[in-house]
């Protein structure tokens, strides 16, 4: 155990809002690490680009045992769903320390929101989208955010396969009106 806490970052590289990232990670962590002493949350943030898309999310913790906390905080998270390229930031015995966690892999699908034509806007709605995609998806992922910018919106997608969720809705990608010219970026 250390005399004093040792402040701990973990920067999710999941694309959520602040009361998904309750839901799916603080809170469970915030209880967990509470049942065995080794730190407590101090806070979160979500960090976000010029255009106001979410880039990441982060977690603080004060750490009271580094060596144990530290390997349960990354293993918590992975199980959790966090996505690959998260890491865990602190210090410890006066270096920085970073450590990689996360497994499932995102993407990202941005629907057009500016160049189809007016009925498909007028006929279509982005909710139509995001419950076949859902349906779709099953086990192999699930939406667990979203982004409306001025000129698009953007659904974001996390599972164990970036390449199986993209299997799965790729022809419901290809032929519901509101999906063309959507793009699909891969985000974890």
Not at 34 to 44: C, D, P, W
Not at 80 to 100: D, F, T
Not at 108 to 113: K, P, T, V
Not at 149 to 178: F, N, Q, R, V, W
Request: net charge negative; aromatic share 10%; with cysteine.
């Amino acid at each position: 155990m250390n005399p004093t806490p040792v402040f701990a970052y973990a920067v999710l590289n999941a694309r959520i809002r602040p009361l998904a990232r309750g839901e799916q990670y603080e809170d469970p962590l915030a209880d967990a690490l509470e049942q065995n002493g080794f730190g407590e949350l101090t806070g979160g943030g979500t960090m976000q680009a010029r255009s106001g898309e979410i880039e990441y999310c982060g977690i603080d913790i004060d750490l009271f045992d580094v060596a144990n906390g530290v390997p349960f905080i990354c293993d918590f998270l992975t199980q959790r769903g966090a996505p690959r390229g998260s890491k865990l930031q602190y210090e410890s015995e006066g270096q920085r320390r970073e450590v990689l966690f996360g497994a499932h892999e995102g993407l990202a699908i941005y629907l057009n929101g500016t160049q189809l034509p007016a009925e498909v806007y007028e006929q279509y709605g982005a909710d139509e989208v995001v419950d076949e995609i859902n349906r779709r998806l099953g086990h192999d992922g699930q939406i667990q955010g979203h982004w409306q910018g001025p000129t698009e919106t953007a659904i974001y997608l996390y599972g164990p396969s970036a390449d199986k969720m993209h299997e799965c809705i790729a022809d419901y990608l290809a032929t519901c009106p509101l999906c063309q010219r959507a793009r699909i970026e891969r985000i974890a």
